[in-house]
């Protein structure tokens, strides 16, 4: 093993991190919970007790025009209406509520671009901006119920966008700046959109990405299209069609600064938004005005301990998931937060530029994703280690399973042993936080999402028969509505009834994931149902034998899948990518094994390793495993418009085509 490339810093740290893996247990440090905003564990037993009024409580966050005449309407399950008789608007609850609070001088955003350009977005400017903009679409003849889609980077009028159809009762349909332009047509083709909202050029960490001429080549003539309308964002030169095209600069100039918030109903659409597709085809999952607010309002101002006046928080995602809509958008905005917004990539201009807006802007809350900090670990302690990173005071996660070694890599390096972390569990159709800690009350241990939040009801229960298990592991459902829930996917009634509600009837929502409750009733979330493996009879979450691997010292990442086998059901394979510049080596191989054996069994050993460059991921960095099975047995690959990087898959393919030439050798 290339040993030699690693520098004794980090065999240290490692030590360090692998002796702390011993501690099981961290409760919320005596400071942190000194300042917090909950630290009275009895709210779970309150929300529990009366959880419809837990909710409704939660609605009370909010201003609405006028109040609900029912929490809860749940005579048609699983189509549940929150908040019936309602009636409010996101973007006065986001923007005017505040600025008519006296808050209009607060920055609402930080943000900075890619070549290090800076823009200081107060409350006050937001709401000018929202209510121009709003008021040029509805110019444009757009309105209430119509659909638009938003194709654009992370760049202010990507927010300004979402709010201003908001505003005015349009459907927005985000879909991420990363996605091709043949992905967005179908997009829009599929949800019928009207407008279509897009930029001259997007920054690519130093290049610029002609997205208008890209949207024309692939937009071909659809007929309920009837605006492009184009954010000069970078100066990329693209051709403007006649009757169709409009700058947004000109019709925001020529607009009405004043345009009074529709009255939405509780139950009107707000977005539709595809998820990442890591399983199957993406769905078009159907979010609402009333109760969607209520659960993003509520858990980011509950998870995130929001200190409204002092805090600087930051989530990193993309707005084009259901992260950036939460909990950059909606969540922040309703609770008068000021956020930091970053355009750019976490490796762009250098690896540690995260660190540096850390230290910039003074970051209190930091909000990522496992696989960015496992990237953060490969790239080494020494990038954050340049930047005073003392003003965090939380830390955030979401995605995937978090692997304990890098859950305490995350608690050592960046939060310097004094930051909670919330790992945080929920689902583009969730629309907000299910599963989480709250970091005041909460112990946390490295690899859990802890426990369902107040008013929700999780369990695990026995994939046969649907019947709760207390310890163990099974399937996670929700067995009780949530205001923020999906209402159905979009134009599929049927698809939304079969893939959430088929399994154990219409009251108990199926998410897909599996899970084990250990004996504190915490939650493990190991992965989707699909992706367990059966070894032996052995029920295995991929994410434990990952965690495993990963926490070999010389391995950065893993992904693990079932293969069939004759003599054990399924054997183990496992795409192992190396710690920096190391090689795959026989001995490295052994280490693998031997860690496995340790740490689970060693039945639970890979029967054969892959050494990756790099795993192949959606575009919001989930490894897709169902294309490692799609290769890993010689089929043509399934769907793969969500991959974010097709070479890596070309890769993967020479590797195994000279693994399969050697063994016939
Ligand atoms: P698709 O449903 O199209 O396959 P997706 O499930 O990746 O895509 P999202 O809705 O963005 O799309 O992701 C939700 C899933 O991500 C969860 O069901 C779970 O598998 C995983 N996940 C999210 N947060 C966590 C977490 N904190 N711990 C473990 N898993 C998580
Ligand atoms: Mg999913």
């Known amino acids: ?80 209406k929150w908040f019936v008789g309602g009636k409010l608007n996101v973007s006065y609850n986001c923007l005017d509520r505040h600025v008519e609070a006296g808050l209009g001088g607060r920055v609402a955003y930080h943000w900075h671009g890619e070549e290090g350009e800076e823009e200081e977005i107060t409350y006050a400017d937001l709401l000018a901006r929202v209510k121009r903009f709003a008021s040029a679409l509805k110019e444009l003849g757009i309105g209430k119920g119509d659909v638009v889609g938003i194709y654009m980077g992370m760049i202010p009028e990507v927010v300004v966008a979402m709010l201003a159809c908001a505003r005015i009762g349009a459907v927005h349909n985000v879909v991420f700046g990363g996605f091709s332009a043949e992905s967005v047509r179908e997009r829009m083709e599929f949800s019928q959109a009207r407008a279509l909202i897009t930029v001259d050029g997007a920054a690519r960490k130093g290049n610029v990405a002609a997205v208008k001429q890209q949207v024309d080549q692939h937009m071909g003539d659809l007929d309920h299209l009837e605006h492009i309308i184009v954010v000069r964002a970078k100066g990329t030169p693209c051709e403007m069609r006649e009757g169709r095209d409009v700058w947004y600069h000109e019709i925001v100039e020529a607009a009405d600064p004043e345009c009074p918030p529709e009255e939405m109903d509780a139950e009107d659409p707000l977005y539709i938004l595809y998820t990442s597709g890591s399983t199957a085809k993406p769905k078009g999952i159907l979010h609402t005005t009333g109760g969607y607010l209520v659960g993003a309002s509520s858990t980011h101002q509950n998870v995130f301990d929001l200190h409204a006046d002092t805090d600087t928080y930051w989530c990193c995602a993309d707005v084009g998931w259901v992260t950036g809509h939460t909990y950059i958008v909606y969540g922040p905005l309703a609770n008068a937060a000021t956020s930091i917004m970053y355009e750019g990539a976490p490796d762009y201009p250098h690896r540690g ?76 159709e969730t629309g907000s936080i299910m599963i989480s800690p709250l970091p005041g009350i909460t112990s946390t241990k490295p690899g859990s999402a802890t426990r369902p939040l107040p008013g929700i009801l999780a369990e695990v229960v026995d994939e046969r028969d649907g019947t709760p298990i207390e310890e163990g592991q099974g399937l996670l459902v929700l067995k009780r509505p949530w205001p923020s829930m999906l209402r159905t996917l979009y134009k599929e009634d049927e698809r939304f009834v079969e893939t959430y509600f088929r399994r154990f009837g219409n009251e108990t929502y199926l998410v897909g994931d599996a899970a084990r409750r250990d004996k504190d009733g915490y939650f493990w979330v190991i992965g989707r149902i699909d992706d367990v493996v059966n070894v032996s009879g052995h029920r295995l979450s991929t994410a434990e034998l990952e965690s495993a691997i990963v926490a070999c010292e010389a391995v950065a990442e893993a992904a693990v899948i079932g293969q069939s086998d004759e003599l054990t059901g399924q054997a183990i394979t496992a795409f192992v990518t190396l710690q920096g510049e190391l090689d795959g080596s026989d001995e490295v191989e052994s280490l693998v094994r031997a860690e496995v054996a340790e ?37 043509a690959l399934g769907d793969v418009t969500t991959l974010r990087d097709p070479t890596v898959m070309a890769a993967l393919e020479e590797k195994i085509r000279a693994e399969q030439a050697s063994i016939e050798e």
Not at 41 to 65: M, T, V
Not at 393 to 417: C, D
Not at 610 to 617: G, H, N, R, T
Request: aromatic share 12%; charged share 30%; with cysteine.
């Open 599 to 635: 740490r689970i069994g060693k039945f639970a050993r890979p029967k054969r390793i892959i050494w990756a460059d790099d795993l192949p991921k959606t575009r919001s960095g989930k490894i897709m495993r169902r294309l490692l099975r799609d290769i890993a047995e010689g089929r």
């Open 353 to 428: 530029i995260w660190w540096e807006l850390v230290q910039r802007y003074r970051a209190t809350i930091f909000y990522t994703a496992p696989t960015a900090i496992r990237a953060c670990i490969k790239w080494g302690p020494e990038h954050p280690g340049k930047f005073d990173l003392s003003s965090l005071r939380l830390l955030g996660t979401v995605g995937e399973p978090i692997n304990p070694k890098a859950w305490l890599w995350y608690h050592k390096v960046i939060g310097g042993e004094r930051c909670p972390i919330v790992d945080t569990w929920w689902q583009t």
């Open 1 to 80: 093993m290339a040993t030699e490339n690693m520098t004794s810093g980090e065999g240290e740290l490692e030590r360090e991190l692998t002796g702390m893996l011993e501690i099981e247990r961290f409760d919320p440090p005596a400071e942190f919970v000194a300042r917090a905003n909950l630290t009275d564990p009895a709210i779970y037993e309150r929300a529990e007790a009366d959880w419809q009024g837990w909710w409704a409580s939660q609605a009370e966050r909010l201003h609405w025009f006028r109040r609900w005449d029912q929490v809860l309407d749940d005579s048609n399950p699983p189509f549940y």
